[in-house]
T-cell receptor, first 115, second 114 residues
Framework: AQSVTQLDSQVPVFEEAPVELRCNYS??????LFWYVQYPNQGLQLLLK??????LVKGINGFEAEFNKSQTSFHLRKPSVHISDTAEYFC?????????????FGTGTRLTIIP | DTGVSQDPRHKITKRGQNVTFRCDPI?????LYWYRQTLGQGPEFLTY????????KSRLLSDRFSAERPKGSFSTLEIQRTEQGDSAMYLC????????????FGEGSRLTVL
């Protein structure tokens, strides 16, 4: 079984400032890792994913995340946020054997951009 | 719009009534998933289909819940004898390749049980 911990439920950040959203996971097997974003009144959308290879993963809208196996973390970063980044961000994990099926999500981090 | 669509978007019902949600996936996607999201929580896996075959069901899916995907196209999720604890957002997602890591989600169907 896997679990995901998103340490911050809400993160306020000034516009053009950097941001890091934290995600730690627990699993007894190798995993795939994902960040999904949910903009107001929209469905969840994939931001980026780690399947294998380089531990630094780049996604849409200037976001990136780094997979750290020793610390079981997959923190999401952006060097300069924009007002349009206001959304809820979910970290998710799945068993390597199941691909994108049966994702286990964290509780989410609400990112609020302050003008 | 060729995204995942869900209907209805909102449903208010009285305890004990039956409700049914429909999901239309992206047309070329053979896998379809149902998740449930309660307030303050992330989505929780309920069940998924490959074409018309239901491959797995979570323990969250009690015997009051049933999901179907006739002909491998749209899917329905029915909840019988609804309880207040069933109040949640029911999310549908689809994918073409389970290995590439991307699910395409609909906007969800919000259920409120009074």
């Amino acid at each position: 079984a896997q679990s995901v911990t998103q340490l911050d439920s809400q993160v306020p950040v000034f516009e053009e400032a950097p941001v890091e959203l934290r995600c730690n996971y627990s699993s007894s097997v190798s995993v795939y890792l994902f960040w999904y974003v949910q903009y107001p009144n929209q469905g969840l959308q994939l931001l980026l994913k780690y399947l294998s290879g380089s531990t630094l993963v780049k996604g849409i809208n200037g976001f990136e995340a780094e997979f750290n196996k020793s610390q079981t973390s997959f923190h999401l970063r952006k060097p300069s946020v924009h007002i349009s980044d206001t959304a809820e961000y979910f970290c998710a994990v799945s068993d390597l054997n199941f691909g994108n099926e049966k994702l286990t999500f964290g509780t989410g981090t609400r990112l609020t951009i302050i003008p | 719009d060729t995204g995942v669509s869900q209907d209805p978007r909102h449903k208010i019902t009285k305890r004990g009534q039956n409700v049914t949600f429909r999901c239309d996936p992206i047309s070329e996607h053979n896998r379809l998933y149902w998740y449930r999201q309660t307030l303050g929580q992330g989505p929780e896996f309920l069940t998924y289909f490959q074409n018309e075959a239901q491959l797995e069901k979570s323990r969250l899916l009690s015997d009051r819940f049933s999901a179907e995907r006739p002909k491998g196209s749209f899917s329905t999720l029915e909840i019988q004898r609804t309880e207040q604890g069933d109040s949640a957002m029911y999310l549908c997602a689809s994918s073409f390749d389970w290995r590439n890591g991307e699910l395409f989600f609909g906007e969800g169907s919000r259920l409120t049980v009074l």
